[in-house]
Structure formats: C-alpha cells, structure tokens
C-alpha cells in the first residue's frame, strides 16, 4: 500500500465534458504528480505540484490543470475531453520532489 | 521522442527461470533510475531503483545491471514465479530538476508454471 489513494476509480464522460479526478497524497509528502497511461503504453508526465505550486509540466495542453491543496490532496481537471483522453490517469506523491514517487491505484476515464 | 527505450515488448518465461528486461537512455542528465511493477487495473508500483554511482544493486530475487558508459540498464529477475507475471516499466529521472519521470513503454511478462 502506497497510501495514495484516488477516486473515483472509473468513470465515463461524453465528448466536451468536464472531468475532474481527485488524490488523496501520503502524509508528510508535499509533491504530487500526475501521470496519464493509455492502454499499452508507460505513464505520461502531466504536471507536477511542489507545495500547492505547480512545478514542471509535460506535452499537455492548458485544458489539463491541476490544483494541490493543504493536507496532502489534489485534483487535475480535464476541460472539453477528447476521445483520445479515454486513459488511467495516476496520481504519485512523493517526500520531495526528485524523490521516489509512489502511484495511486489510478482513475480510469472512458470519454465516449 | 521516446527518451527511455525498453525492450523487449513481451516476454514468457519458465518458472524458475531468469527474466531479463532492458533499457536504454540518451540523456546524461537522468541520475535515478527506478524500475516499476503493475498488475492488471493496479497502478505502477516501485521495484528497485539505482543511481548511476554503482553499477548493481540486489533486492531479493530483483537485480538492476546499470551500464553508464552505454547507457543502459536492466532488469533481471532470478528464480521467475508465476507471481511476477506483469507489465514491467523502467523510468530515469534528472535529480536536478526532479519533477518529471520518463517511462519505458513496459514490458510484458509472463511466467509459465
């Protein structure tokens, strides 16, 4: 158990919603980050949050934002959804960042 | 651009067998390389990881082989369970700048009884 938990764990939306996932870090740990994995492939980098701050984003585009609350839990929301976003959306918090990060169990979206 | 190569894409071991799993980087930059385990509707979960100061280390039944000069690294699972039958992700981080995990493309692997 990492201690990173996230919810809901499956989800569908229509194309063009508005989808927002929720993680819950382990305590102590003030970095979070957000992965996308789609089928068959590795974690993608979304972004990163040090300390409530976003620090470091990947290829996405501004329609993926996030925000990083006191007491260890963040949400990434996803605007105008795409079919290609249908993916397991990770969650990892770690100590620090440049520290090990430990995954959640993953919120699975189906955009239909 | 891929900056982590992993291969091979799927593998089927004996049990009792060793399984290796590699991959290869161009950015001298990485310094932490972990190694990642997932099971089916399960997020990725840390194996072993090594930094480039040493040129193995053991956990158990895993070792992480770490080639600096060629850049690459691997995965080797002695004694192979049926257990272990999994997706295998390497991943390399730049310490420095430290926000942003770059992941192999996984590796299936299967243990046969």
């Known amino acids: 158990e990492t201690g990173v938990t996230q919810s809901p764990t499956h989800l569908i939306k229509t194309r063009g919603q508005q989808v927002t996932l929720r993680c819950s870090s382990q305590?102590?740990?003030?970095?979070v980050s957000w992965y996308q994995q789609a089928l068959g492939q590795g974690p993608q980098f979304i972004f990163q949050?040090?300390?409530?701050?976003?620090?470091g984003r990947g290829n996405f585009p501004p329609r993926f934002s996030g925000l990083q609350f006191p007491i260890y839990s963040s949400e990434l929301n996803v605007n105008a959804l795409e079919l290609d976003d249908s993916a397991l959306y990770l969650c990892a918090s770690s100590l620090e960042y440049g520290n090990t990060i430990y995954f959640g169990e993953g919120s699975w979206l189906t955009v239909v | 651009q891929q900056q982590v190569k992993q291969s091979p894409q799927s593998l089927i071991v004996q049990k009792g067998g060793i399984s290796i799993i590699n991959c290869a980087y161009e950015?001298?930059?990485?310094?932490?390389f972990p190694w990642y385990q997932q099971f089916p509707g399960k997020g990725p979960a840390l194996l072993i990881a090594i930094r480039p100061d040493v040129s193995e280390k053991k956990e158990g039944r895993f070792t992480i082989s770490f080639n600096k000069s060629a850049k690459q690294f691997s995965l080797h699972i002695m004694d192979s369970q049926p257990g272990d039958s999994a997706t295998y992700f390497c991943a390399a981080l730049s310490l420095d700048t430290g926000n942003q995990f770059y992941f192999g493309t996984g590796t299936s692997l299967t243990v046969i009884p």
């Open positions: 950015n001298t930059a990485f310094d932490y």
């Open positions: 949050y040090y300390r409530e701050e976003e620090n």
């Open positions: 305590s102590g740990h003030n970095t």
